[in-house]
């Protein structure tokens, strides 16, 4: 991409328009299934080496190869192979896969068949959040839809190949996101991590072996059929490729849902949403989503890249930027994500369980000014205790907002024990404020 | 059973009532390879009759997937969507995570709460109401973000916050920002998150304002996908 000008690229969002964008008819008159019609003319394996070729990383957050996760599935084992979507999107700020799949749920029908068809698998489950109503009756439909229309069922086709693939619903916590607690949940307990190995490719939903990927990983798999790996590795940049949804939110002037080259910087992104909002300038932003370490004004220029963020401390994690302007107090914001990391903390393991309580705890007495200087350290100690130490990656997460925001704003902890209070007008951040 | 019991004890089903739901509970178990994966939307399902999980619900559960109600009880507890009393027939929900709370959602809330008199997963006496304070519900470019019985209500205000409320009380219809015509209740909901369809998919928009803006600059600007 060097030097020039970073565009949209609209793939997944490109139909998003259309007023019956979610239905089968809408789909198809876009070309929609002609993708699934090639595949099933292809070798399983060639569809896995085009998803290899084409360098998409898993878009759930830790940018695994996709093709990579599933040339280790298991082979052999005498159980069934399953293919799991994981639609829970929980982690604060993600906001990408939810419209997608009220406007575009055929896009991941789509891609959950050509997916299983290169795997083998002939269940497949998305497990969605419970939260999202509307978005389980447009799944639940183009899943009804794919099925009259022969996409789903036996013989796909006309193919041979068949696939039963069910929409079920979660029932709130967080947790149920992180994979092996997701197959726990879906197999109808409570949801908490598994110990890996074995990873779920070895033994995963039910002991077999399992494919868990995002939605978002899934919903691109048809374009890289339709339109071949060298397309998709035409966008993006080295060893990120292909194009995200980048989600912007907060202090915007146009917050929503844009969709570019993996690797295009914030400054370029904030340029096409219009800025921050009017009179106010940036402060702070998530790269992706409040387990990813916070960034500042002086990150504007990260390429956002799995590489570059990485290499400037923080993780691209799911693009969701979150984005806060002046007014905001940043101990309040690690606060209420450290309520949140508390609250869905699952309780299984020590560090996490306990860490997180205790960080509320001590955020709680620094909000409302009540702490000491020493009090940072002591935080920063018990968030190194957490960090690497927790059975899963939620008790990671917890301590990126402690760590970055101490980094960056550590006068801004200290200005409220010399305030004695929170120096800043709430009413000032709000979408109604100043 | 009663004394250590974590829901209310709840009226046993009438033979209808039972019949139907084991009708449901057939169906659903047959959409899995193993039958305890149906423990969930059973859990769905007899919300979707009492309103809440009780006693009566979590031991239906246990004899038609064969497991104990101590097991049941276990996972109902793990999960905030189980409720443990009935909730107001609209559940109506404000996210605080950090985004919604900055934008507004912590004036939404303070503001709503004690317009209606009832704080967090409490019910109005009439029933008609209860409240909740809800995590992140992936909607953040619609901050701040207000849910009706699991339907969006984006890009709100206190002073929407409490008309929709007002409105909701006195049977005024008020249809979701991104959801179908109109409201449906929190027990209709909870069928359709045990996996029964409701037909109202081809409600509502396809997309919010928020979702589509990217895709608007892109076509303004003559950018595609190469
Ligand atoms: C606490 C926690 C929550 C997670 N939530 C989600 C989620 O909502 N959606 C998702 O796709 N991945 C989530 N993940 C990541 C998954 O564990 C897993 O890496 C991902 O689904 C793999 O898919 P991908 O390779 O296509 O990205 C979460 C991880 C953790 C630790
Ligand atoms: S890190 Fe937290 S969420 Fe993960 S297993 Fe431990 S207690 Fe549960
Ligand atoms: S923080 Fe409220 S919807 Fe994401």
Request: charged fraction near 20%; hydrophobic fraction near 35%.
């Amino acid at each position: 991409m060097g030097g020039a000008v970073t565009t949209l690229t609209p793939v997944l969002t490109r139909n998003w328009d259309q007023a019956d964008s979610f239905t089968l008819a809408g789909y198809e008159r876009d070309g929609g299934y002609s993708s699934l019609r090639q595949a099933l003319t292809m070798e399983p394996s060639a569809i896995v080496e085009a998803v290899k070729d084409s360098g998409l990383r898993g878009r759930g957050g830790a940018g695994f190869p996709t093709g990579m996760k599933w040339g280790f599935l298991a082979q052999g084992t005498g159980k069934p192979t399953y293919l799991v979507v994981n639609a829970d999107e929980s982690e604060p700020g993600t906001c990408k896969d939810i419209p997608l799949m009220l406007a575009n749920p055929h896009v991941l029908v789509e891609g959950i068949v050509i997916s299983s068809f290169a795997i083998g698998a002939h269940q497949a489950f998305i497990y969605v959040r419970g939260e999202v109503l509307h978005v389980i009756r447009r799944l639940q439909q183009a899943v009804a839809e794919a099925y009259e229309a022969g996409y789903l069922g036996t013989d796909i086709l006309g193919s041979g190949f068949d696939l039963e693939l069910v929409v079920h619903a979660g029932a709130g916590a967080y947790i149920c996101g992180e994979e092996t607690a997701l197959l726990d949940s879906l197999e109808g307990f409570r949801g908490q991590p598994r110990l890996k190995p074995p990873f779920p490719a070895v033994a995963g939903l039910y002991g077999g072996p399992t494919v868990v990927n995002n939605v978002e990983s899934i919903a691109s798999v048809p374009s890289i059929v339709g339109r071949g790996a060298d397309w998709f590795a035409s966008m993006g940049t080295e060893k990120s490729k292909g194009f995200g949804i980048f989600s912007l939110s907060g202090h915007v002037t146009r917050p929503g849902q844009y969709e570019a080259p993996l690797g295009i910087t914030l400054r370029e992104l904030l340029e096409m949403a219009g800025g921050i909002r009017e009179g106010h300038e940036l402060k702070f932003w998530t790269p992706g989503g409040s387990s990813t370490p916070i960034f500042t004004a002086e990150h504007l220029d990260v390429p956002l890249d799995f590489e570059s963020v990485g290499a400037a401390g923080s993780m691209l994690g799911t693009r969701a930027l979150q984005i806060f302007d002046e007014t905001t107090c940043v101990v309040r914001a690690v606060s209420r994500w450290t309520d949140f990391y508390a609250h869905e903390s699952c309780g299984k393991c020590t560090p996490c369980r306990e860490g997180t309580y205790w960080l509320k705890q001590m955020l709680k007495r620094l909000d409302a000014g009540q702490g000491t200087e020493e009090d940072l350290s002591t935080m920063n100690d018990i968030a190194d205790n957490i960090l690497g130490r927790s059975f899963c990656a939620l008790g990671d997460g917890a301590t990126s907002p402690i760590h970055s925001s101490i980094k960056y704003f550590r006068e801004e902890y200290l200005a409220h024990f010399t305030h004695g209070g929170c120096p800043f007008d709430p009413a000032k951040s709000t979408k109604w404020g100043a | 059973m009663s004394s250590t019991s974590h829901f209310p004890e709840g009226s046993p089903y009438d033979v209808e009532t039972r019949q139907r739901l084991e009708q449901d509970a057939k169906e659903i178990i047959a959409r899995y390879p193993k039958t305890r994966s149906a423990l969930l939307p059973m859990l769905h399902l007899v919300q979707s009759v009492d309103g809440c999980v009780t006693q009566e619900g979590v031991n239906f559960c246990a004899a038609v997937l064969d497991v104990t109600p101590a097991q049941v009880t276990g996972v109902a507890t793990f999960y905030t969507q189980y409720k443990r009393r009935p909730m107001g027939d609209y559940h109506v929900g404000v996210c605080i995570n950090t985004l919604c709370a900055v934008l507004g959602g912590d004036e939404i809330w303070d503001a709503l709460s004690e317009h209606v008199g009832v704080g967090h997963d409490e019910v109005t006496e009439d029933g008609k109401v209860s409240l909740e304070r809800l995590e992140c519900n992936a909607a953040c470019d619609f901050a701040p973000v207000m849910m009706v019985n699991w339907e969006f209500y984006d890009n709100q205000t206190p002073e929407t916050a409490k008309r929709l409320v007002d409105d909701l009380r006195a049977g005024r219809p008020v249809p979701p920002t991104r959801g179908p015509d109109s409201l449906c209740t929190f027990k209709q909901a909870s069928r359709v998150l045990a996996g029964f369809p409701d037909g109202r998919a081809n409600e509502g928009v396809q997309a919010g304002p928020e979702s589509v803006v990217g895709l608007e600059l892109a076509k303004e600007k003559g950018w595609e996908a190469p």
